[in-house]
């Protein structure tokens, strides 16, 4: 059973920084580094999961959305089973839950939620004014 499991939420202000961690574990995820991709989603009160970032699996594509570009940074563990996200300058707005995802085969739009078969539970973000 393929298992997601998030850490590193919590309460800052504005203009702070965290570091979310996100293992995976319980699937032979696949070696293709086109193919292969982790990333993280986030959902405020209210609002509709978006999209936040991605990487391939060897980090050699990452994928951001304009809200995050210059203050958030992917990247991941040696062991490409582990995907970190370092958040600066935190905003009020980035305030959500924040959930991981990884599937084997969204490649061509690592982007689109709905391709990826494997979530964790999420962790919370509170960024206050």
């Known amino acids: 059973q393929v298992q997601l499991a998030e850490s590193g939420g919590g309460l800052v202000q504005a203009g702070g920084s965290l570091r979310l961690s996100c293992v995976a574990s319980g699937h032979a995820f696949s070696t293709y580094d086109i193919s292969y991709y982790m990333g993280w989603f986030r959902q405020a009160p209210g609002k509709e999961r978006e999209f936040v970032v991605a990487i391939s699996r060897n980090g050699g594509f990452t994928h951001y959305a304009d809200s995050v570009k210059g203050r958030f940074t992917i990247s991941r563990g040696g062991a490409k089973t582990t995907v970190y996200l370092q958040m600066s300058s935190l905003k009020p707005e980035d305030t959500a839950v924040y959930y991981c995802?990884?599937?084997?085969?969204?490649?061509?739009?690592?982007?689109?939620?709905?391709?990826?078969?494997?979530w964790g539970q999420g962790t919370q973000v509170t960024v206050s004014s």
């Open positions: 995802a990884a599937d084997d085969d969204v490649g061509y739009d690592p982007r689109a939620g709905p391709l990826y078969a494997y």
